[in-house]
């Protein structure tokens, strides 16, 4: 019994946790995450309701105009204008009040910006993926009139 | 002379490095609540009119190349035509019931290669059933027509450093150029324009017709 409790005694006092393995493990972890963490993005945020479609490559730096489209409506610069139900823009659901709100905020827009002078006609498109071509176009042609041509169509980068 | 004395004795002392371990374990928390593996970009196209020629490009320069590639309900159609340009008028048919991305892709490689210095595309919609066309796919082909893709571009690099008998590291030795890649590469560095451009870029003037 006696010899028992000296031999747990000596081996407590010998015990050393190897902490080696552990730090060598977390550093590799820091450095994957580092090298993984995307240093430049654009300066914008997904919207909610939307599924952005995955591309291989892009641009990241650019400013524009954000005009969004999701099922349930279309927004201009973050703010719904236009209540629609599965896209269907020809019927929205707040009526011909919805475009119209939706023109005059836009309109608004380019009045603000050509004062400014800071009116480029770019316009950062941020869609879900299914959102059908008529929509687009019909959304689209509402742009363009206010002169809007140049369309940055938002998609997602896996890195 | 016992100050120095003291300083030649051993010391037995343990480094503690729990607390550094803690900042790491926090480090990599904080990393992976803030790390970004998706990013956002985008493409760039114009929005034109029913010609190319409302699109901000010279008259001169369509009359010698117009490149459209055009949604149809049979599949994509690729089309070149103009003064310096050969004429092709191909389809691309659906594969498994979608548009043909890869198909499409690896066809304007091809066209890279004969023409490095041209660099505009235009985008046609001419399907009747308008549904089949989403955000996605406008996407996709934009995807496909703007540039090579990081991999294509790797090898691209590795085919430019063999052309140039430059040493190659061993990650770049194991890497399998493709023929077509290898000729696009070829072109383009024969090209004066192409080579003092971006090596990355197909054709990213890209004007999309009758979108709005």
């Known amino acids: ?37 995307a240093t430049d993005t654009l300066e ?22 954000k005009l969004d489209i999701s099922a349930e409506g279309v927004s201009w610069n973050g703010q719904t204008y236009l209540q629609t139900a599965e896209f269907d823009v020809k019927k929205p659901l707040n009526g011909a009040d919805g475009w119209k ?3 005059a905020a836009i309109a608004a827009t380019v ?43 938002v998609g997602a980068k896996y890195n | 002379m016992k100050r120095f004395s003291d300083h030649n004795e051993h010391l037995d002392t343990d480094l503690n490095i729990v607390p ?10 904080f990393l992976l609540f803030t790390a970004a593996f998706t990013q956002l970009v985008f493409l760039e196209a114009k929005l034109t009119s029913n010609t190319a020629a409302a699109a901000v490009k010279s008259r001169s320069e369509l009359d010698q190349f117009r490149l459209v590639i055009t949604f149809e309900d049979k599949g994509l159609r690729l089309a070149t035509t103009g003064s310096s340009a050969s004429k092709l008028n191909e389809l691309l048919p659906l594969k498994e019931g979608d548009y043909d991305f890869e198909g499409l892709h690896a066809r304007l490689i091809e066209l890279k290669t004969l023409y490095p210095d041209r660099y505009s595309a235009d985008v046609e919609f001419k399907n009747k059933n308008a549904q089949a066309v989403d955000y996605e796919r406008i996407m996709k082909a934009l995807d496909s027509i703007r540039h090579l893709s990081d991999e294509e571009y790797g090898a691209l690099r590795v085919a430019q450093k063999k052309i140039g008998n430059l040493e190659l590291s061993e990650t770049e030795k194991g890497k399998v150029v493709s ?26 003037d890209i004007a999309l017709v009758g979108m709005e």
């Open chain 1, 111 to 153: 009045t603000e910006e050509k004062a400014e002078n800071k009116f480029d006609g770019k316009l950062l498109l941020q869609a879900d993926k299914k959102t059908p071509l008529p929509v687009l176009q019909e959304v689209l042609k509402t742009a363009k009139s206010h002169g809007y041509k140049d369309i940055r169509f």
């Open chain 1, 1 to 37: 019994m006696e010899s028992t409790l000296k031999k747990r005694k000596h081996l407590e006092s010998n015990f050393e946790l190897q902490i080696t393995a552990l730090i060598d493990t977390l550093v590799i972890i820091l450095i994957f995450l580092l090298k993984s963490i």
């Open chain 1, 101 to 103: 709100a939706l023109n």
């Open chain 2, 20 to 29: 550094i371990i803690d900042c790491f374990v926090m480090l990599i928390c």
């Open chain 1, 44 to 65: 914008l945020e997904q919207s909610k309701g939307i599924t952005i479609p995955s591309v291989t490559n892009g641009m990241t730096t650019g400013t524009g105009s």
């Open chain 2, 179 to 204: 023929e077509h890649l290898e000729k696009l590469t070829q072109s383009l560095l024969a090209n004066e324009t192409a080579r003092n451009a971006d090596l990355k870029v197909l054709f990213p």
